[in-house]
């Protein structure tokens, strides 16, 4: 009763004050629990300071493990003073193996921090919470009226924001997932959601292609996010290729009519019907008259399979699956579901083994799964990324498709170079002697700026030439080695015409849309997009043409495995068509190809279709689906399956 309890706290403050701060309360003589006022232990001689919310975080130092001030790893030359994004230790290929930080065994936090429970969990435990399971966690929680009165606010503020982040498709995504791992299209979608809970006003919020990585289900999801963010009073700018985005827009203004020096023109403004109606528009006519699929002739079944079994990495639900080989298969599904970590983690990273072994051919004990069947059909395996091609200015599409050496070897033969005794070496901007030796042969020089960033600027001897003039006075047809380095693509594909090793590859960088860039284009100034698309032109200029035997019979010697990650990233829907060609003439090589991939028209062309779902995160890693387009289209269980219905009108 009231009396009672009033008794009680009485005695304990006494205690407290004849104890000094410490007092031991007990039911029975072997059941004693010691409190302390001033966060400290007499049994241990240890104190605490009192509890502070830079406790609970892992960018302060107050509540950071000591030994991995909070990265969760272990990072080698990393320290306190550092943010993480120091060249120092970032370009270190040891950082790789950065393995989970012995003390914390990756929670970030300082052992004090992860000693306060709250309903029995530390906050730790909360965040390894994914959004939908916190959303769920905390929308049912039973808070007493003291609890109640103090987390009301920031109750209601934390189920706003996860509510934020299901709008916006990352219902998957775990609390503490560090941001290194996040995709640039979820790194973008993070920020969209926290600009949901701002409440602005007459805010212009501008996106770059915000539907990278997005599923056309979670691609609705984010065009209903951005109307909200409209029918608050704000404007919308959206960088886009995906044809929903487009038409979706009030407004659109087309830019072109090509790429790089080609393009740069407004060729269209107004409604979707105004655009469509534009002849000059590349994009309005791809929307008035959408591919009609599928564009080549089904292939059928196929010889060879590659079976994983059991693939029980991240979220992957012990699957077991089989990848038709020397066809074109598609990985598809929703964010999160698990198509990069079966393709990449445990395909790629279990058969990358094949490149090194010539003779004695063995993957091992796989990872990721108990077994893998069917691998010895494949000869090498090669992921085609985004990564640039190159780091330095020297490198550049010439030099990386490996045509630049033909090109040297051609002006080597002119008479003039005979006559002066110019080797091929002497048109290399590698070496000296050519070179122009202000620039070093990149063609641009750095200038260091006191407190700002530094400048480059052309070198002001060659000119951005490369080469010097002795180098420079000599001609093939009219032109320096330094104009052909700043011939566009679609200029040396006729200038070339008669020397098949360098009109071959020319034509190849043509077919996928590259006809824009430059010979010398320095590799650091390529998109992603642009880099992939070299790689995959690289690899069809060293493929070589299926043999027959006298009966017709294919001979198939070779077959690369090609992994590609959504290659559609920063295509128009006109470069997607040509990707699509370039994809079927590798497999028509007598090559595999696997494309995780969202984009429909890429879907509806693949020989075997395997729909991953059905959600993402834990709600997924499982195969939903498998077939041919047809087959996916009319599947109930698959989330892609109605939208590729839509497409091809199944």
């Not at 083994?353 to 799964?369: A, D, E, F, M, T």
């Not at 070198?459 to 180098?471: L, Y």
């Not at 047809?630 to 269980?637: D, L």
Request: charged share 25%.
């Amino acid at each position: 009763d009231v009396k009672r309890e009033k008794e009680l706290i009485a005695l304990i403050k006494r205690a407290i004050e004849f104890g000094s701060g410490v007092v031991k309360v007990s039911s029975s003589p072997k059941n004693e629990t010691l409190f302390s006022t001033s966060r400290a232990c007499s049994s241990c001689q240890r104190s605490f300071p009192e509890l502070d919310p830079r406790m609970f975080s892992y960018n302060s130092k107050h509540g950071w493990c000591p030994d991995c001030y909070g990265t969760g790893q272990y990072l080698i030359d990393f320290d306190e003073e550092q943010s993480g994004e120091e060249a120092s230790w970032r370009n270190n290929d040891e950082q790789d193996d950065s393995a989970l930080c012995d003390s914390c065994e990756g929670l970030r936090l300082r052992p004090e921090s992860l000693s306060v429970y709250f309903k029995d969990w530390n906050i730790a435990e909360f965040a390894q919470l994914s959004v939908s399971d916190a959303s769920k966690r905390f929308g049912s929680m039973k808070l007493n009226e003291r609890e109640t009165l103090i987390a009301r606010d920031s109750l209601n503020e934390l189920t706003a924001r996860l509510h934020f982040l299901e709008e916006v498709g990352l219902s998957y995504l775990t609390l503490d997932r560090s941001a290194p791992t996040l995709s640039g299209g979820e790194a973008q979608r993070i920020r969209l959601a926290a600009q949901l809970g701002s409440n602005l006003r007459g805010v212009c919020y501008i996106l770059d292609e915000p539907t990278i990585g997005l599923h056309p289900r979670d691609n609705r999801m984010l065009l209903k996010t951005l109307d909200q963010l409209r029918k608050k009073g704000n404007t919308i700018v959206v960088v886009e290729h995906d044809e929903e985005t487009i038409m979706s827009a009030e407004h659109v203004i087309d830019i072109g009519p090509g790429a790089g020096v080609r393009g740069g023109e407004v060729i269209a403004t107004g409604t979707i019907k105004q655009i469509k109606s534009n002849k000059a528009s590349v994009t309005g006519q791809m929307l008035a008259q959408p591919l009609k699929h599928p564009l080549y002739k089904p292939r059928g079944k196929a010889e060879n399979t590659l079976k994983i079994i059991n693939a029980n990495q991240h979220n992957l639900k012990s699957v077991t699956v089989e990848l038709p080989l020397r066809q074109l298969v598609c990985v598809s599904g929703v964010s999160g579901s698990g198509k990069s970590t079966l393709i990449r983690s445990v395909v790629h990273d279990n058969l990358r083994v094949l490149n090194s072994q010539k003779r004695k051919r063995s993957i091992g004990k796989p990872k990721g799964c108990k077994a893998i069947e069917g691998w010895e059909a494949v000869t090498r395996v090669l992921e085609v990324d985004q990564t640039p091609i190159g780091k330095t200015p020297r490198s550049c599409p010439a030099t990386y498709i490996g045509f630049w050496d033909n090109i040297r070897r051609l002006f080597a033969d002119t008479t003039e170079a005979r006559i002066r005794g110019y080797s091929a070496g002497r048109f290399s901007f590698n070496v000296a002697g050519g070179r122009c030796a202000e620039c070093d042969g990149q063609g641009m020089k750095r200038i260091e700026m006191n407190f700002l960033p530094d400048v480059k600027v052309p070198c002001d001897v060659c000119n951005g030439a490369r080469f010097n003039s002795e180098t420079l006075s000599v001609l093939y047809k009219d032109k320096s080695i330094g104009d052909v380095l700043n011939m566009n693509v679609d200029d040396a594909v006729s200038f070339f015409a008669a020397h098949d090793s360098l009109h071959h590859p020319l034509k190849l960088l043509q077919d996928v849309g590259l006809g824009y860039l430059t010979l010398g284009q320095q590799s650091p100034t390529l998109s992603g997009g642009e880099a992939q698309r070299i790689k995959l032109v690289s690899e069809l200029a060293k493929a070589k043409p299926v043999l027959q035997d006298s009966s017709g019979k294919s001979i198939l010697k070779q077959n690369t495995l090609y992994i590609l990650d959504e290659p559609t990233v920063g295509l128009h829907m006109a470069d997607v068509e040509k990707l699509i060609h370039v994809l079927h003439r590798l497999v028509n090589a007598g090559n595999s190809v696997f494309v995780i991939e969202h984009n429909l028209d890429v879907m509806a062309e693949a020989d075997w279709i395997i729909d991953m779902g059905p959600e993402g995160g834990d709600g997924g890693g499982k195969v939903v689906a498998k077939g041919p387009p047809a087959k996916i289209a009319a599947s109930k269980r698959s989330r892609t399956g109605a939208f590729l219905a839509d497409l091809t009108g199944s």
